[in-house]
């Protein structure tokens, strides 16, 4: 499992190694972040973490539940989270981890809540929601979290958006992800006569037409040229509608299928082109193009976009890293997916969720709370964001306008233009993969064919969903 790379180190590192972790294989390695101070500038804009002295929540040990551990560091490559530093230092907090797998994780914690052993908590993802919370795994945040509060009012949308229901927040969100993003090698773009994509949209011209035009002259299946290689190129289109297939009416807290949305039916009819003329690589029948990350093929010229979640580029740890893949990243640049010409005019996005659930009977909710705060402070925290863009630019070899652009779609998503791709549905998945699967599962059909196929079954396990919902107590009529 590849860990994300978190770019805050600064030129001067204390190393010390940690002894004592209790037999463990993997030794962390404790690294002293000695940043500028940046609690005056906040504290102007009315942003504070708690007193020291009297926070409820300092002095606990926290236990992780999770299939891995991005609190500690087990090289020198792999870089302290400031959040967890902060709490660490300023607070006498601690965290442990409490390893399992991915496809056991949910069966671990029930057995453990069985047995009256409940961790404290564990990451935050929009597959958790709301199926872990029927389930009774998680619990809501409202008593130790205050959305109203300058630390985190610009999470508020994005939580009673998404992740709440009867007018409960059910996770602590730290911040917001892009996930669907659009790299490119601008030497291709150039050798083929093609416009660049980031100027077209500063120009507010950057349309899925003018993007069919570019693909269907790059793409040549017989020469081994696809115009998108990635894993989110279907959910991507159909995201950047500004809408999807089954959506969370945070009014009433239910779900509902939104298939009769014409927006949704213009997003498939693009990608029906895409699939007739084979315009995406075919991962599941060739994985000649992968090289490990979405964009194989790049560098080389047979790949015009790698189409994927924004931390593809986060993993890469290093220029030579993202040079393999996608070329020299002087050539390289992002793009926000385009935007739907008979729309709104509006880009959209879908994000996911950085953050945490608190386990149901966590022993320390405060600490879970606190530690949320701590890593809150420092995602909004000036000196930590003009350190990861120097960081960018050393070590990774961005270029300006990639960081700018890179703002511009963290902005997007940030913003209301953005909407949540639940992944956990229940029975609701395999419907929406039959109708949104292009190029991906094989299966075929018009957008129409596909609705007649799946619609009354998508409808009824959606009222299915709410039921349970309803009959787990989590959510309540708010009219």
């Known amino acids: 499992m590849k860990k994300r790379f978190l770019a805050i180190a600064l030129a001067t590192l204390l190393i010390v190694a940690l002894v004592g972790c209790g037999g463990r294989k993997r030794q962390p390695i404790q690294l002293t972040l000695p940043t500028e101070d940046a609690v005056a500038i906040l504290a102007a804009a009315g942003i504070k973490l708690p007193d020291a002295a009297t926070a409820p929540g300092a002095g606990t040990t926290l236990e992780y539940f999770y299939y891995y551990d991005d609190f500690h560091n087990y090289s020198e490559n792999e870089v ?114 093609f416009e660049d994509p980031a100027e077209l949209y500063y120009a507010n011209e950057w349309t899925w037409d003018v993007l069919m035009d570019m693909a269907q002259d790059f793409g040549d299946p017989d020469e081994g040229r696809y115009a998108f290689n990635g894993w989110h190129t279907d959910t991507s289109f159909m995201s950047s509608t500004g809408t999807y297939l089954v959506m969370l009416d945070p009014e009433s807290g239910k779900f509902y299928a939104n298939a009769d949305d014409p927006r949704l039916e213009r997003a498939a009819n693009f990608l029906e082109e895409v699939e007739k003329n084979d315009l995406a690589y075919p991962h599941w029948n060739d994985w000649s193009l992968n090289y490990g990350s979405e964009g194989g093929g790049m560098k080389q010229g047979v790949t015009l976009f790698a189409m994927g979640p924004s931390y593809i580029l986060d993993e890469m740890v290093s220029r030579e890293q993202e040079e393999e893949i996608y070329g020299d990243m002087s050539d390289v640049m992002v793009v926000p997916v385009p935007r739907d010409p008979d729309g709104d005019g509006v880009y959209y996005v879908d994000s996911v969720p950085k953050g945490y659930c608190l386990i149901r009977e966590a022993p ?26 120097q960081q960018k630019r050393d070590k990774l070899g961005w270029g300006e306008e990639m960081l700018t652009m890179w703002h511009e779609m963290y902005e997007i998503a940030a913003s209301h233009n953005t909407i949540v791709q639940y992944t956990d549905l229940g029975n609701v998945i395999t419907y929406l993969n039959n109708m949104t699967g292009f190029n991906l599962n094989g299966v075929a059909g018009s957008w129409a064919e596909r609705k007649e196929a799946n619609i009354d079954s998508l409808e009824y396990s959606v009222e299915d969903l709410n039921n349970q919902i309803a009959e787990a107590g989590i959510a309540a009529a708010t009219e």
């Open 364 to 389: 320390h909710p405060e600490g879970v709370a606190l530690l949320s705060a701590c890593e809150r402070f420092k995602i909004i925290d000036p000196t930590v964001i003009r350190v990861d863009e």
């Open 80 to 193: 302290l989270q400031t959040g967890y530093w902060t709490f660490q230092q300023m607070y006498n907090g601690n965290v442990e981890w409490h390893e399992t797998t991915w496809e056991t994780l949910n069966t671990d914690l029930a057995n453990l809540l069985l047995s009256n052993d409940a961790p404290d908590f564990t990451r935050a993802w929009e597959s958790a929601f709301p199926q872990s919370f029927i389930k009774k795994l998680y619990q809501p945040v409202d008593d130790y979290i205050d959305y109203d509060d300058p630390l985190w009012e610009g999470m508020k949308y994005f939580s009673e958006t998404f992740f709440s229901l009867g007018g409960h927040n059910y996770m602590f969100l730290t911040d917001v992800q892009n996930n669907s993003c659009m790299l490119y090698n601008r030497r291709v773009f150039e050798d083929y006569g």
